[in-house]
């Protein structure tokens, strides 16, 4: 469960990404966030796994403050909410593979990286999650020979390969023409409903909103303008 208790966000610059936020998220839940370019959606999402961090509040994930935790901790955060971006942020010139079973912590970097030497269940936990999004057959690709959807597609594999209990998707399909976004979201809709990961997904349209979330959150200038099922964004629209 991820709880905000009266979360604000205030970049250096005096800039406020986030004011006063109050919500829960339940485990398993699949919430589309909308709103405008500027809404406050990526520092919404962003401060879950603390690339930022809010500047007053309380922020808890399984009851424990978030925005207190450093060190070690952080790290542990961050593989328990996993994080996949609108452009992907895979290695360009690495394999399919080794993409993906970066995704085990602690890997990048290492040795075993540079040497391509990984144990067995890690490699077959990779395999079995590229199978997941229909990617077994570009293993041994470069992921700059990928199409975008594919590259997205590689992505949640990797992020599925860190064992996470939370997805955040800052704006997934934000790069993908319309056919691929509906793949990538069925692909994110999926996993969520296989593994019961709770995912958090940014989008700029409320229709493919509508068509995936069981919840959807609206934000506007750093606050929660609207929260509700989809039902209820269909009877106010
Ligand atoms: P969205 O994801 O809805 O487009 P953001 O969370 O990116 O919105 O931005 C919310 C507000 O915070 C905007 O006014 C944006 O310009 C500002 N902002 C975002 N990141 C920073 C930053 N690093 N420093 C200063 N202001 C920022
Ligand atoms: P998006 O809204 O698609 O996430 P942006 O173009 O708003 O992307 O932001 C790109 C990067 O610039 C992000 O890291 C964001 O935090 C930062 N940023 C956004 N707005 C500002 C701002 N007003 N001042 C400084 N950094 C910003």
């Known amino acids: 469960m ?3 208790k009266d979360v604000s966000l205030v970049y250096p610059n005096g800039t406020q ?3 006063n936020i109050n919500v829960k998220i339940n485990e398993g839940e699949f919430v589309v966030i909308v709103g405008l370019s500027g809404a406050g959606k990526s520092t919404f999402i962003r401060s879950i796994n603390r690339m930022v961090t809010p500047t ?3 922020l808890l ?3 424990e403050d978030i ?3 450093e060190g070690k901790d952080l790290r542990k955060l961050r593989t328990k909410v996993g994080m996949i971006f609108q452009n992907y942020n895979l290695v360009n010139r690495s394999s399919v593979m080794k993409n993906v079973i970066s995704g085990r912590l602690g890997h990048t970097g290492t040795l075993r990286s540079i040497f391509n030497l990984y144990p067995k269940e890690d490699k077959i936990k990779a395999y079995d999650n590229l199978r997941r999004v229909n990617m077994e057959s570009k293993l041994y690709n470069r992921a700059d020979q990928l199409s975008g959807g594919q590259q997205q597609r590689v992505s949640i594999a990797r992020v599925l390969t860190q064992d996470p209990s939370i997805i955040l998707a800052d704006e997934p399909v ?3 023409d319309p ?3 509906h793949q990538v979201m069925t692909y994110l809709r999926k996993v969520n409903q296989e593994d019961n990961i709770t995912t958090i997904v940014n989008l700029h349209f409320i229709d493919m909103a509508m068509e995936y979330a069981d919840r959807i959150i609206g934000m506007r200038d750093g606050e929660i303008v609207f929260d509700g099922p989809v039902s209820e964004v269909e009877e106010k629209t």
């Open 2 to 4: 991820i709880t905000f």
């Open 17 to 19: 990404g986030l004011k």
């Open 56 to 58: 007053n509040g309380e």
């Open 61 to 63: 994930v399984d009851d």
């Open 67 to 69: 925005l207190k935790v």
């Open 174 to 176: 934000a790069s993908l």
């Open 179 to 181: 056919p691929t976004s």
